[in-house]
């Protein structure tokens, strides 16, 4: 399933020909260097395709020993995708937006903003308590563990802590417009991330 490499640049309006108004998620995505090429009958044990994208000078040095056999220009990411055959790709080929199609269903994964320690309501979606009646308890989890059985809390519990920068992936997202020129895609409604923040785009099936 090959899929590119982007970057979030804000959202936007689009006016389509049936006159409606859709908001839209802009994508900078590629142009994207094809730095390695994995076959099921090589050593690797399947097909894939490895990416690259955006130019950088600062890379590590084992991202330069990657780069120097593949003779692509030093780039900051490397992202592999899956596909069903590697006949079609080459090193050192670029892959830019026009391998999606305007109407075509898309995922998009990213990480989801920060929002540092929450609690239960926020994190969670709990309720919470009533808001009257003498209730004192509209936001904390409640009771629980029990005092005699089972006298612990159970692993996976629901609780305060640390909320975002989770990898997420929303699917059917409608692809509105693409930009080869300016190496853009125009995502129908909102993806996961903050501006400038790395996504990948793959087609859906």
């Known amino acids: 399933m090959i899929g590119i490499i982007g970057k979030k640049i804000g959202m936007t309006q689009i006016y389509k020909e049936d006159g409606k108004l859709y908001p839209s998620t802009v994508i900078e995505a590629g142009p994207c260097h094809i730095v390695q090429v994995k076959s099921d009958g090589g050593v690797d044990g399947y097909n894939a395709v490895k990416l690259g994208f955006e130019e950088s000078e600062k890379i590590s040095k084992p991202q330069k020993g990657i780069l120097s056999k593949s003779g692509v220009p030093n780039v900051k990411y490397l992202r592999e995708f899956t596909v069903d055959s590697v006949d079609d790709y080459a090193v050192g080929s670029v892959l830019g937006p026009d391998i999606f199609e305007v109407g075509e269903k898309v995922v998009v994964t990213g990480s989801i903003k920060g929002r540092g320690f929450a609690g239960v309501t ?13 209730c004192r308890a509209q936001r904390i989890p409640g009771s629980m563990g029990g005092s005699s059985d089972p006298s612990r809390i159970f692993k996976g519990k629901k609780l305060p802590g640390h909320y975002g920068t989770t990898r997420q992936s929303t699917k059917g997202l409608e692809v509105v417009m693409v930009d080869t020129e300016r190496n853009l895609i125009f995502i129908k409604g909102a993806v996961p991330g903050s501006k400038k923040g790395l996504v990948l785009l793959t087609k859906q099936h």
Do not use: E, M, Q
Not at 122 to 134: A, I, P, Y
């Open 122 to 134: 926020k994190r969670h979606g709990f309720k919470g308590g009533d808001s009257t009646h003498g």
